[in-house]
T-cell receptor, first 115, second 114 residues
Framework: NAGVTQTPKFQVLKTGQSMTLQCAQD?????MYWYRQDPGMGLRLIYY???????DKGEVPNGYNVSRLNKREFSLRLESAAPSQTSVYFC??????????????FGSGTQLSVL | QKEVEQNSGPLSVPEGAIASLNCTYS??????FFWYRQYSGKSPELIMF????GDKEDGRFTAQLNKASQYVSLLIRDSQPSDSATYLC??????????????FGRGTQLTVWP
């Protein structure tokens, strides 16, 4: 049971390049999330998908787009990367929205550097 | 503004001591509170959750919640060097919502020295 799988693990981009971070979960979870983590800043929510077919903005959505491809997969796209997007990105999933099911399961993270 | 604040740390305690980690949050209507542990270079993992006022114990860990004071804490008894990590407080700040979005504090780095 792989849980939450993110690819790639490391990526270096030049300013203005685009890329897509992939995330897949095999736990039959309904909700999926993208967070970024910067030193001293904790985790900040970029976008989330409460259920298949829906997406919504989190705290820091500017410069990103997402696609909930199906129940398993939730991708994050940087259309024109900027140095301010250098960060560690975590995908997470939870069984469903709602108080009793808010436990997040995290992927292993993607270290992204934008030069 | 939705905020989750943690004591900035770093916190350093000797092996066997009690480590106390604190967290305050901005929305009195919050319902769900979580503590995640994150080892350096790894992803966060859930160690405790609490929904009701009072204490909740799980092994060496105790979560304490006081909704009136908007305060949640984590106590680690008999601290071990393997407890050295960053501890993240997370709160559902969406009042009355079932969306389940969690807001995280900046984390407190704990070091337990032998």
């Amino acid at each position: 049971n792989a849980g939450v799988t993110q690819t790639p693990k490391f990526q270096v981009l030049k300013t203005g390049q685009s890329m897509t971070l992939q995330c897949a979960q095999d736990m039959n979870h309904n909700s999926m999330y993208w967070y970024r983590q910067d030193p001293g800043m904790g985790l900040r929510l970029i976008y989330y998908s409460a259920s298949e077919g829906t997406t919504d903005k989190g705290e820091v959505p500017n410069g990103y787009n997402v696609s909930r491809l199906n129940k398993r997969e939730f991708s994050l796209r940087l259309e024109s990367a900027a140095p301010s997007q250098t960060s560690v990105y975590f995908c997470a999933s939870s069984l469903s929205p709602g108080r009793a099911n808010e436990k997040l399961f995290f992927g292993s993270g993607t270290q992204l550097s934008v030069l | 503004q939705k905020e989750v604040e943690q004591n900035s740390g770093p916190l350093s305690v000797p092996e066997g001591a009690i480590a106390s980690l604190n967290c305050t949050y901005s929305d009195r209507g919050s319902q769900s509170f979580f503590w995640y542990r994150q080892y350096s270079g790894k992803s966060p993992e859930l160690i405790m959750f609490i929904y009701s006022n009072g204490d909740k114990e799980d092994g060496r860990f105790t979560a304490q919640l006081n909704k009136a004071s908007q305060y949640v804490s984590l106590l680690i008894r008999d601290s071990q060097p393997s407890d050295s990590a960053t501890y993240l407080c997370a709160v559902n700040l969406d009042r009355g919502s079932t969306l389940g979005r969690l807001y995280f504090g900046r984390g407190t780095q704990l070091t337990v020295w032998p």
